[in-house]
DNA sequence: CGATCGTTTGACAAGGGTCAAAATGCGTGG
DNA sequence: CCACGCATTTTGACCCTTGTCAAACGATCG
């Protein structure tokens, strides 16, 4: 049967992240369906949308990485967040919402519409646990660049980037693509990108790390997991997975 | 006539800080000004909410101050944002929540429970919103702990702070309480209470902050502004302080 | 008046930043 | 297939911001 394993194989990993938050019902699982049929594509450091102007579109990111970010006047950048494959961009609560943040696309992209969500709907329900996710990494990242020092930092990062692959099954085994340059994890870290990169090479001498061709492999998950006291991050009680039986 | 000064004076700090959000019908107005009259005290210290457990009831903060915050196993301590009056406490859209932070009570508190709102009310609206501001906090937080030094991190947070505070006309003329010590400022900015100690000093020889009796000033707001190119937050398009004329 | 909490100070250490250059990788076009 | 140009990674030397440790000082409170 391939009704099982569709949303982590050839499935929209839209579908498969929300299918993990909560129960869908038929109505938001066919919503979803036809909104991922009209794709669209961006090239790498398009804006999809600007810091300050209103919100036009809400899109669902179906393939390729984007971040969040913040740019001062002298140059510095801070990287906000990455959205990966499964994330949705520009869905919010309120009316007339101007965009909080810049996000431009990091890789190619491919995009489509996010689904309106009726009050009530499941769909709504997936669309709010989403979002209460979002505030988690968001917490995670203020504890990282508040109180972890640099190889915490990037042992923190790594972990919870696999794990949000690994739900739509875009990291398999501790492995998983990584198409960003040591210069946009610094500005992600609040590193520099030389110190990102002496970091990197302490942890690939220490087994922690294996980097190729783009892809990342954490060959000790355990030890990276006790360096930060790692906890996947939960959003409802009783209720995740949904998806996998 | 009162009507005019209530939400400012002696009304509550919610319905002051929710009607500037947007405009709040009659049945909103009336459902918070009857919650407001359900109130109950908190000593400092006392924790509202524990990480990781489910969240039961919504409150509203009336008065004093609150922090959300994580700590670590060997003792560092991180603080993720304060908490003042005005502001919601475990309003969340999805059910059976889960509490992202632990809660803990700063100052004495007072709090009402924060009235349920019904899909598409006006109420919801406000709310919405309300979690849309709380997100550009969270991601002005990111960026001061990612890329802003100890001096402009607390310029940046003290215009923030300043400004949440006179939304509910706490702060007037650029002056406004403070009532943290400084190794809480330490943990919320990502530093340790010496560095803020020096760092305050060398603010308050520059003119740029005044600190007595619990009390802060900002003398030199301009000064502070450019250091940090500040911004106030905002959420919505065309659509905002709707209170004051 | 001691106890306790918070602030202030000093001496020193270290993590991380800066600057500059070299090495490596990679896509493109000849 | 090679050569070129560009982006990225790597390295080295040096410096500075911030952290650490410890003690003194100051207020507040039973």
Redesign the interface.
């Known amino acids: 049967m391939t009704i099982l394993k569709a949303p982590l194989a050839g499935g929209s990993p839209l579908l498969t992240r929300l299918s993990r938050l909560?129960r869908l019902d038929d109505m938001a699982v066919e919503a979803l369906q036809t909104a991922a049929r009209d794709v669209r594509r961006s090239p790498p450091r398009r804006e999809l949308i600007s810091e300050?102007e209103?919100i036009r579109e809400r899109y669902a990111l179906l393939a390729g990485w984007a971040c969040?970010q913040?740019i001062?006047?002298d140059g510095?950048?801070?990287i906000?967040s990455f959205l990966l494959p499964g994330d949705l961009i520009g869905v919010?609560?309120?009316?007339?919402?101007?965009a909080?943040?810049t996000i431009i696309a990091i890789s190619e992209l491919v995009t489509c519409p996010a689904p309106v969500a009726d009050?009530?709907s499941a769909l709504a329900?997936a669309y709010?646990?989403s979002?209460?996710l979002e505030?988690?990494y968001?917490?995670a990242?203020?504890?990282r660049?508040?109180?972890f020092d640099a190889r915490e930092r990037l042992a923190d990062w790594l972990l919870e980037t696999q794990q949000r692959l690994a739900t739509t099954g875009l990291s398999v085994a501790d492995q998983f693509p990584l198409p960003l340059t040591q210069e946009m994890l610094a500005?992600?870290?609040?590193l520099t990108s030389v110190h990102v990169n002496r970091t990197l090479q302490a942890m690939r001498r220490d087994g922690l790390l294996i980097l190729r061709q783009g892809m990342a492999f954490l060959p000790d998950r355990d030890q990276l997991e006790k360096l930060v006291?790692y906890k996947p991050a939960?959003?409802?009680?009783?209720?995740e997975n949904y998806a996998t039986p």
Request: proline letters at 6%; aromatic letters at 0%; a positive charge.
């Open positions: 909560t300050g209103p969040r913040r001062l006047s510095r950048r801070q906000l919010c609560q309120h009316s007339n919402p101007l909080a943040t009050p009530g329900e709010a646990r979002a209460a505030e988690r968001m917490l990242h203020i504890t660049l508040g109180r500005d992600a870290l609040g006291e939960r959003v409802s009680a009783g209720g």
